[in-house]
């Protein structure tokens, strides 16, 4: 791949960050990048550092667009992906695809089979996360342990959380479908679970009406699972256990380390959150010139969406 012509359709923390790793990593390997971005708004404050040319309407947006990024609100990336639809030829999609309300429409939705519909998951690019997927035998794994517990008013500096889309369900909110990394990179290690069990609601005073807690204990073909994700923990503590036959392993994904407690060994990576974030940005890349296989992943999203709620299926799709 020689050109890369793109669309940013929100301009928001995450689409900026997008944008520095993408032109980090175009630069490396010589693709001559083109951004643009999409707003809704002149909101004054167009110049954006690594855009070319802004638009504030559809008619206006080009059609050539070599992928289209959709980095808006929450609830608003499927609407947004079925109206740029014609606008680019792939997608790149933050995290949920949709509102767990319209799930249904979305496996309804009828995709090209030229393109590429990626969707966000970054931990799966955590150095954590592929040591454990290259060295560690999934057959190996007969217990895992995930928690992600931290104190969402700490999320946001310099923001009211109870105006964040994550203290609102209605916007797409909730500790369940907001940690949804979680769940995907436990499909990514251990294949689909067969069957869940799960809590989900509120028990914290924080002022949001978005679930705060979720748990769930599943079962996959050769390990059992617990996942444990709060907005209220006051420590951060993001980590993976794994007990095998001969070790107990802990991954711990905020201080990027793993360490082996039978064998006495630690692991250090030192990485930060662009690290693994631009080998994402890679891995699509990699998929748009053909040298990486695509896989369905807008649908195992969506798939993904479900878990965190504590169902099995595929919205009766046959994926």
Not at 91 to 111: C, D, G, M, T, W
Not at 203 to 223: K, V, W
Not at 234 to 262: P, V
Not at 264 to 283: A, C, G, L, M, S
Request: net charge neutral; hydrophobic share 35%; charged share 25%.
């Amino acid at each position: 791949m020689d050109k890369l012509k793109v669309c940013f359709v929100g301009i928001g923390s995450i689409a900026r960050r997008h944008i520095k790793n993408l032109n980090y990593v175009c630069n490396k390997r010589g693709i001559e990048l083109q951004i643009d971005a999409f707003r809704h708004c002149n909101c004054g404050n167009d110049e954006i550092s690594g855009v070319n040319d802004v638009y504030y309407t559809l008619t206006e947006t080009p059609e050539d667009y070599d992928a289209i990024f959709i980095t808006n609100p929450t609830e608003l990336h499927f609407m947004t992906m079925k109206q740029f639809h014609n606008k680019g030829k792939n997608f790149f999609i933050e995290k949920p695809v949709v509102n767990i309300q319209h799930i249904q429409e979305a496996f309804r939705f009828k995709l090209r089979s030229d393109s590429i519909y990626y969707v966000a998951c970054p931990l799966r690019y955590n150095a954590v996360i592929q040591y454990i997927k290259k060295n560690i035998k999934q057959e190996s794994m007969i217990s895992v342990r995930s928690i992600s517990s931290s104190y969402l008013p700490d999320w946001r500096p310099g923001q009211d959380y109870r105006k964040t889309y994550s203290a609102h369900k209605s916007m797409g909110g909730g500790v369940s479908i907001d940690l949804i990394h979680e769940w995907d990179y436990m499909t990514y290690l251990l294949g689909w679970p067969q069957r869940i069990y799960s809590m989900i609601g509120k028990r914290s005073g924080l002022e949001i009406d978005s679930d705060d807690y979720a748990i769930y204990i599943a079962e996959f073909l050769n390990s059992i699972a617990e996942l444990h994700l709060d907005y209220f923990g006051r420590k951060t503590i993001r980590e993976i256990q794994i007990m095998t036959k001969d070790d107990t392993i802990i991954g711990d994904l905020e201080n990027n380390s793993l360490r082996f407690l039978i064998a006495d060994k630690i692991v250090n990576f030192q990485e930060k959150r662009d690290d693994y974030q631009r080998r994402e940005i890679e891995h699509f890349i990699d998929m748009l010139s053909g040298t990486m296989l695509s896989a369905n992943e807008f649908y195992h999203s969506l798939r993904v969406l479900h878990l965190t709620q504590g169902i099995v299926g595929s919205g009766g799709l046959k994926i």
